[in-house]
């Protein structure tokens, strides 16, 4: 059985990818990636779960959660990920969802020099890598135009609000993958959330078979301005949060 075989068959017990993505392309490049991220991850370190058990139920099935709890994402045509590291959920949403054009914003270079060469190898045109901080990308052209943000793992809540709800046009949606930890955090941010333009809408809760961790997606609308001043510079929004 080749690696990819083998990703392939690792992916396939996950019951939401086996539920969700029935095209057998699709599939096929997921199978591909998998395969890719276990081969470069063993000489740079890409991401600390190795085992590909794990690595298809929490990087895999837990990038494609947006997809099987809110029907909205599959009609959104721009999309941004803040701090994509290895290519999640990016890269699985990408490949799942052809017709959103997507940026992964990722400041490492060894990490966003991977995510160019998987994109390239698993031919996604959809997929852009922006090798900078989100600080400097929100305020680009693409500030006001996306209809989707996504951020897994890789700040508090209120930081990522400031950094992803620029990039966003009104009634665009900030998707942040958390724990149930972070509900109390959640709180605080919502008092801060329309000084920034954002409103907390949803928090779905889920948990992956196997899995022992409660997860949620806390969802945060664009509903107002954002004032130019936001997003702060030099990783203040990580270092001063807001909340």
Not at 93 to 100: D, K
Not at 105 to 111: A, D, H, L, M
């Amino acid at each position: 059985m080749s690696k990819e075989e083998q990703s392939r068959a690792y992916l396939q017990r996950e019951e939401w990818i086996s539920e969700l993505v029935a095209d057998e392309e699709l599939l096929a490049k997921l199978a591909r990636f998998m395969s890719l991220l276990i081969e470069y991850n063993q000489r740079i370190n890409l991401t600390a779960i190795r085992e590909p058990e794990a690595m298809a139920r929490l990087h895999f099935a837990d990038s494609l959660a947006p997809l099987k709890l809110l029907p909205w994402v599959s009609s959104c045509q721009k999309g941004a990920d803040i701090g994509s590291g290895a290519g999640f959920p990016v890269v699985p949403l990408a490949i799942c969802v052809p017709g959103c054009r997507w940026f992964a914003i990722e400041s490492i270079g060894k990490k966003a020099t991977f995510l160019r060469l998987a994109i390239e190898k698993l031919d996604l045109p959809n997929v852009e890598v922006i090798a900078q901080r989100a600080e400097q990308f929100a305020r680009s052209a693409h500030r006001n135009t996306c209809d989707m943000v996504t951020a897994r793992a890789v700040g508090p809540f209120i930081s990522l609000c400031e950094l992803g709800l620029p990039l966003l046009r009104l009634g665009g949606r900030l998707v942040l993958f958390k724990t149930q930890a972070s509900c109390g955090e959640a709180t605080r941010a919502e008092k801060i959330l329309p000084e920034i333009g954002g409103t907390l809408i949803d928090a779905v809760p889920y948990r992956l078979a196997g899995d022992r961790q409660d997860r949620v997606l806390f969802v945060v609308e664009r509903t107002g301005d954002v004032p130019l001043r936001y997003p702060r510079d030099h990783a203040k929004p990580f270092k001063q949060p807001l909340a």
